[in-house]
């Protein structure tokens, strides 16, 4: 099915010099931010006390929220287990503060706008299973970027594989970058993102490059220059793109907005993710084709004639 036709190539490669300019300073940046500002981990990762409290009725969580953001402990997370009566509390290490004392604050505030609400449990995480949790993180994300470089190597030949290898660290790191600049909270839901966002991202490298190998293939492409055929497959994704994408953008922002703070780290990465994805499949990675020197002879090798028989 295809809504949106679009009757002539778009000349992507025309701009591809400057779009791969664009992406080499958004990268850079990223990077700065990342050694100078750093990530703004949570709770999960720098140990802190969590607390699961219980009301008799109904909650509003973004009144909780405000009302322990007046006791300046730092970064508060506040969420709904299930049902808005049942409320998670993360709060973070206070050099100091004892965590029983953290809970105590925390009680004695909340009761003073519900005298009803009761401590089920609290529970102290350390620092050392911050550090695990770090670890086990890092280790995840290399995971899956080695699957990925495997899978694009026995996929394609190594110039489209490499190329996309590119595209999906770019995606990475400016997600990354993002995080650290706005010091938006990293936590586990946001690593989760940014995992989606790596399979997602590969996934419409793909698709652009089996339609770029296809083109090199067919006869009516074999006096076409190769930015030519690369456009003409970028061209050709297009409706299938819009389309995709666009379905799913609008589901990770009705996440973003409508998911509460549960949601928001992960929609977060993903609303990021998915508009730098579209972006590096189509004006980085195969930009990054044409500067490896991708020929016809790469993909579509001319076979080899058979020598007269001598009569």
């Known amino acids: 099915?295809?809504?949106?036709?679009?009757?002539?190539?778009?000349?992507?490669?025309?701009?591809?010099?400057?779009?791969?300019?664009?992406?080499l300073l958004t990268f850079i940046l990223a990077v700065f931010f990342l050694v100078v500002r750093g990530l703004n981990f949570s709770v999960e990762f720098t140990g802190g006390t969590v607390m699961e409290v219980e009301y008799s009725q109904g909650a509003d969580v973004n009144q909780i929220r405000s009302q322990l953001n007046t006791l300046k402990m730092g970064e508060v997370q506040v969420q709904a287990l299930g049902t808005n009566r049942h409320?998670?509390?993360?709060?973070?290490?206070?050099?100091?503060?004892?965590?029983?004392?953290?809970?105590?604050?925390?009680?004695?505030?909340?009761?003073?706008?519900?005298?009803?609400v009761s401590l089920r449990q609290v529970e102290f995480i350390g620092p050392q299973v911050g550090e695990e949790l770090v670890t086990n993180g890092l280790l995840a994300l290399a995971m899956v970027i080695a699957g990925i470089i495997v899978y694009l190597s026995i996929r394609f030949e190594w110039r489209f594989a490499v190329s996309a290898i590119i595209a999906n660290m770019h995606d990475v790191v400016i997600i990354l970058g993002c995080f650290a600049f706005f010091q938006w909270e990293?936590?586990?839901?946001?690593?989760a993102g940014i995992?989606?966002?790596?399979g997602y991202s590969v996934n419409e490298s793909v698709v652009v490059f089996d339609r770029i190998r296809e083109n090199f293939r067919k006869p009516q492409m074999r006096n076409k220059s190769v930015p030519h055929i690369i456009d003409n497959a970028i061209t050709a994704t297009?409706?299938?793109?819009?389309?995709?994408h666009g379905s799913t953008e609008a589901m990770v922002l009705a996440m973003l907005i409508f998911g509460g703070a549960a949601l928001h780290g992960?929609?977060?990465?993903?609303?990021?993710?998915?508009?730098?994805?579209?972006?590096?499949?189509?004006l980085v990675a195969s930009p990054l084709l044409l500067m490896f020197g991708l020929s016809r002879e790469n993909i579509a090798k001319p076979p080899k004639r058979k020598e007269e028989a001598v009569v």
């Open 87 to 116: 409320i998670m509390i993360r709060l973070p290490n206070k050099e100091g503060v004892t965590t029983a004392q953290l809970s105590n604050q925390v009680m004695d505030m909340l009761k003073q706008s519900h005298p009803d």
């Open 266 to 282: 992960f929609a977060l990465a993903l609303t990021i993710g998915i508009v730098f994805g579209i972006y590096s499949s189509v």
């Open 186 to 191: 990293f936590s586990l839901t946001v690593l």
């Open 195 to 198: 995992l989606a966002v790596l």
């Open 1 to 23: 099915m295809e809504f949106f036709k679009i009757k002539r190539d778009i000349p992507f490669m025309s701009y591809g010099k400057l779009t791969t300019l664009i992406s």
């Open 238 to 244: 297009m409706s299938r793109t819009i389309i995709t």
